[in-house]
T-cell receptor, first 109, second 113 residues
Framework: QQPVQSPQAVILREGEDAVINCSSS?????VHWYRQKHGEAPVFLMI?????EQKGHEKISASFNEKKQQSSLYLTASQLSYSGTYFC??????????FGTGTRLKVLA | NAGVTQTPKFQVLKTGQSMTLQCAQD?????MSWYRQDPGMGLRLIHY???????DQGEVPNGYNVSRSTTEDFPLRLLSAAPSQTSVYFC????????????FGSGTQLSVL
């Protein structure tokens, strides 16, 4: 079952903050975050591992609550380049990476 | 270093035709996978492989076949295309460790009429 992302869509002004949530019904080993621009392939942002280790982006942060099987992506002081669709991808300890339904984010000048 | 290469970029098929979407990576990645992307549905896993000779089903495997005879290649076969298979298809690979990122190909836009 696909992880559920919220919100489905969000519109921001430059400089505003946003939080994107990802919730899974299965126990998670890791959470990946990717951003996709229209017509392009997804691009890696961050990995969060069980136990708290993070690997990824300098300007974007995220959290991973293993007990609640949830992750949140924090976009602070958003820029026009942050526009796109954000996906969380979940790993349950196997190689079966399942992605969420996506959150469309648009940043306006 | 080309990364993950998908061919073709665009394809139009008639219902019932067969075709193979090609995926090749030159990074010696053990893991390779195929996703389809439909509006509002995100990326859904079709099949994946953890090494040559090893494949497994994802969320939506029906209507698709895969094989992995080499580390580099992971083709996706549609034996009898249906309009419901109209989608954008992405191939992705990664090293064998669980905590590594996925590298995506540029995608194949498939239309089945």
């Amino acid at each position: 079952q696909q992880p559920v992302q919220s919100p489905q869509a969000v519109i921001l002004r430059e400089g505003e903050d946003a939080v994107i949530n990802c919730s899974s019904s299965k126990a998670l080993y890791s959470v990946h975050w990717y951003r996709q621009k229209h017509g392009e392939a997804p691009v890696f942002l961050m990995i969060l591992l069980k136990g708290g280790e993070q690997k990824g982006h300098e300007k974007i942060s995220a959290s991973f609550n293993e007990k609640k099987q949830q992750s949140s992506l924090y976009l602070t002081a958003s820029q026009l380049s942050y526009s796109g669709t954000y996906f969380c991808g979940t790993g349950s300890g196997t190689y079966k990476y399942i992605f969420g339904t996506g959150t469309r984010l648009k940043v306006l000048a | 270093n080309a990364g993950v290469t998908q061919t073709p970029k665009f394809q139009v098929l008639k219902t019932g035709q067969s075709m193979t979407l090609q995926c090749a990576q030159d990074m010696n990645h053990e893991y390779m996978s195929w996703y389809r992307q439909d509006p509002g549905m995100g990326l859904r896993l079709i099949h994946y492989s953890v090494g040559a000779g090893i494949t497994d089903q994802g969320e939506v495997p029906n209507g698709y076949n895969v094989s992995r005879s080499t580390t580099e290649d992971f083709p996706l076969r549609l034996l009898s295309a249906a309009p419901s298979q109209t989608s954008v298809y992405f191939c992705a690979s990664k090293p064998g460790q669980l905590n590594e990122k996925l590298f995506f190909g540029s995608g194949t836009q498939l239309s089945v009429l």
